[in-house]
């Protein structure tokens, strides 16, 4: 039960040298579930996402396409990145860029307090260097190269050559924070998660911390490291600071830092690292709280493979969300992937799950239970008499799913809670199907039994749409304009959904939640 308090939960901000991929639109997407949910148990909920546009990496991105990085950034941003948003229907509170002038102010607030504390200074570096990570590599993190990279080290993440870099830096003094993270891992298991990131990053740790490097002078495009101005702070120290900078972190009114902070950080598992290891140890160094959880989720596959744009493998979400909606990619996503675990996406099994789960499903029991009050009482929603085994069993699984549910949630594990909110789906139909309402509806002696039913049905089905509000915010606010008594469906609480009673009149829903999809996509197409 929820108590009111703050939950705040950010995505990581993304890299703007190019478009974004289901990949992004699915951390997107579990963040803003998350966010929903949490909002709906009365909590003061909080979600914030948004751009990384500093960097090497975007400077040679905008070098290549003739423009400014500036410009390069305001164009992805407008036309591609923030109508993702839109696209899978995120409900974020912020949106914040590295380039926003508040973020700057509060980096360099940030910043000038560790050099004057003393865990910067100056010395010289040299290693392997991964553009498309912008992170230093230890030799254990590169591979051998293949193809036209055969004979030489690339990354393991981006398989490219890595570069050896020789530079006179400003250095954070991260090593000494490392039996400082060690015992914050020990006394605060849930910290990482899930187990299996934990376990690598704890492993990561106890091979030892170096100090690390965190300004360049080969390039200026950055933010200006305030006591020597031939340097940029390096990439990710610049961008891990927007989760504090959003909130007020470096101005006159830090309101929101105060209510808000610490954050929950829903990332990929592939820079878990940066904010498991990196980020706490900032925040210890600067005297701040270390955020609430770090989780980082799997990978989205195709054919087996993480998602390339070189291989051909990166699927925009509007190509999903053009033939099965919103509504369908975000319960696919949420559902078909254990949270945490990699995942692999198929057209056939998205259509298989809307055409099984949604349309013959969900969508199927709306519709026809909608339908049959119409016919059999004109709308009006009937009140119910004596109760059968069969009715309280519905009333009861309503209880269970919607604690289950919301443990799950508690637990990060939304594809958990959307299971237990389909056993009741699942429930339902079946119950309709062995009530038989229109064999009742031919007898005038089952007049009040056929009422019970359909009345027992409706809460259920009352007790499902609250609960996948937060899943499918479309859905289920055309479904609330047919069975709600006014309102939106986002002001009941999710965490209480079996307590919904029903609406005095029911209206036709129209045409179904979710139509019968003709023509499929083409398989493998991206």
């Known amino acids: 039960m929820s108590d009111g308090s703050s939950f705040s939960i950010t995505t990581p901000i993304f890299y703007v040298n190019d478009v974004p991929h289901i990949g992004h639109a699915y951390t997107e997407v579990a963040a803003d579930f998350m966010a929903r949910w949490h909002r709906q148990r009365g909590d003061d909920a909080w979600l914030l996402t948004g751009t990384d546009e500093h960097g090497q990496k975007i400077l040679r991105t905008a070098s290549a396409n003739d423009v400014s990085p500036k410009e390069w950034a305001d164009r992805l941003v407008t036309d591609a990145w923030k109508p993702l948003l839109d696209t899978v229907d995120v409900a974020n509170d912020d949106f914040i860029r590295t380039t926003d002038e508040r973020h700057e102010r509060g980096v360099t607030a940030f910043l000038q307090k560790l ?67 060690l015992d914050l891992y020990e006394s605060n298991p849930q910290f990482i998660q899930p187990e299996s990131v934990r376990n690598e990053i704890v492993s990561f ?35 891990l600071l927007n989760y ?31 904010h498991a290891v990196i980020w706490p140890a900032m925040l210890m160094a600067a005297g701040l709280p270390v955020p609430e959880r770090v989780f980082g989720h799997g990978w989205l596959l195709v054919g087996g493979e993480k998602m390339s ?51 013959n499903g969900f969508g199927n029991l709306a519709s026809r239970l909608v339908a049959m009050l119409q016919k059999y009482f ?9 109760l059968t085994p069969s009715d309280e069993a519905i009333d009861a699984l309503a209880v269970s799913v919607t604690e289950r549910a919301d443990a799950a949630v508690e637990a990060f594990a939304p594809h958990e809670a959307i299971a237990a909110v389909w ?14 309402p229109w064999a009742l509806a031919k007898d005038e002696s089952a007049r009040e039994r056929l009422g019970t039913v359909l009345a027992t049905a409706l809460r259920g089905l009352g007790t499902v749409n609250v609960l996948v509000s937060p899943v499918m915010p479309k859905a289920t606010e055309k479904l609330w304009a047919s069975i709600g008594a006014g309102g939106s469906v986002t002001e009941q609480r999710v965490d209480r959904a079996y307590e919904w009673q029903g609406a005095a009149t029911v209206v036709p829903l129209g045409s179904g939640l979710f139509p019968r999809i003709e023509q499929q996509p083409e398989q493998g197409a991206a």
């Open 115 to 181: 050099y004057d504390d003393g865990y910067i200074y100056a010395g010289e570096f040299e290693g392997f260097y991964c553009v498309g990570c912008e992170e230093y590599k230890q030799p254990s993190d590169l591979v051998p190269g293949t193809g036209p990279y055969e004979g030489q080290q690339v990354c393991a993440i981006h398989s490219i050559p890595v570069e050896v870099l020789a530079e006179r830096n400003y250095f954070f003094r991260m090593s000494d924070f490392e039996q400082r993270l």
């Open 244 to 274: 504090v900078t959003a909130l007020g972190y470096g101005s006159d009114d830090d309101e929101a830092f105060q209510r808000l902070w610490p954050s929950v950080h829903i990332v990929g598992k592939d820079i878990a690292r940066f």
């Open 378 to 386: 004109d709308g009006a929603v009937p009140s119910r008499g004596e």
């Open 309 to 359: 744009k070189s291989k051909l493998t990166g699927i925009a979400p509007s190509e999903i969300t053009d033939t099965f909606g919103s509504d369908a990619f975000r319960y696919y996503f949420l559902r078909a992937i254990t949270f945490g675990q990699d995942g692999n996406f198929s057209w056939e099994d998205i259509s298989a799950r809307y055409s099984a789960d949604l349309a």
């Open 205 to 239: 740790v106890k091979q030892g911390l170096r100090d690390l490097s965190i300004s360049r002078s080969s390039f200026d495009w950055g933010i200006t490291i305030p006591w020597d101005h031939d340097h940029v702070l390096y990439v990710w120290f610049d961008a």
């Open 423 to 436: 056993e009741l789906v699942d429930a339902l139909n079946g119950y309709i199907t062995e009530q038989e």
